[in-house]
T-cell receptor, first 111, second 114 residues
């Protein structure tokens, strides 16, 4: 069975600092991976996805993620965080039209 | 702006009430989903509809009854809910077909059971 682990429940960074959110997955076949962001009181917005090809994928809002098969990881990065990036971030793996989500990482941004 | 519209945004109901949640999308997607999300937790899949037919039911109690009247509309009928059913209910849609497709989520209905 597939699973996704986000080791960091909370992360606090200063505005303008770089960000890396960790995601590890367990899936027997080729993983199809996603990062979603959820602001308070809202639904999930797709940031980026990895299906195949280039292991460094670019997303919206200046985010990027790198797929590393050897480490079973799909970490999300942003070079300079803005206060508006404060939200909950979910990594997910697709297993046949069924998304399995990690537990989420809550990002707080200090001014 | 979300392309998946959910109504109502908030719903408070008693345990004996019957109510329905509505989800609508006009992106031509043929797969639609219901998720339940408790506070500080990830979404949990409840139901999947593919081409208007129920394809996945994740052992959801019968007090939740989904319906897909057409390719744009998905309903969730609620009856005799319990306090633990209070949660954010999210609808999503995606293109149906072979291979993975990203799901597009609505903003959810926040449900409170008295």
């Amino acid at each position: 069975a597939q699973s996704v682990t986000q080791p960091d429940i909370h992360i606090t960074v200063s505005e303008g600092a770089s960000l890396e959110l960790r995601c590890n997955y367990s899936y027997g076949a080729t993983p199809y991976l996603f990062w979603y962001v959820q602001s308070p009181g809202q639904g999930l917005q797709l940031l980026l996805k990895y299906f195949s090809g280039d292991t460094l994928v670019q997303g919206i809002k200046g985010f990027e993620a790198e797929f590393k098969r050897s480490q079973s990881s799909f970490n999300l990065r942003k070079p300079s965080v803005h206060w508006s990036d404060a939200a909950e971030y979910f990594c997910a793996v697709d297993a046949g039209n069924m998304l399995t989500f990690g537990g989420g990482t809550r990002l707080m941004v200090k001014p | 702006d979300t392309e998946v519209t959910q109504t109502p945004k908030h719903l408070v109901m008693g345990m004996t009430n019957k109510k329905s949640l509505k989800c609508e999308q006009h992106m031509g997607h043929r797969a639609m989903y219901w998720y339940k999300q408790k506070a500080k937790k990830p979404p949990e899949l409840m139901f999947v509809y593919s081409y208007e037919k129920l394809s996945i039911n994740e052992s959801v109690p019968s007090r939740f009854s989904p319906e897909c009247p057409n390719s744009s509309l998905l309903n969730l009928h609620l009856h005799a809910l319990q306090p633990e059913d209070s949660a954010l209910y999210l609808c999503a849609s995606s293109p149906a077909g072979t291979g993975p497709q990203p799901q597009h989520f609505g903003d959810g209905t926040r449900l409170s059971i008295l």
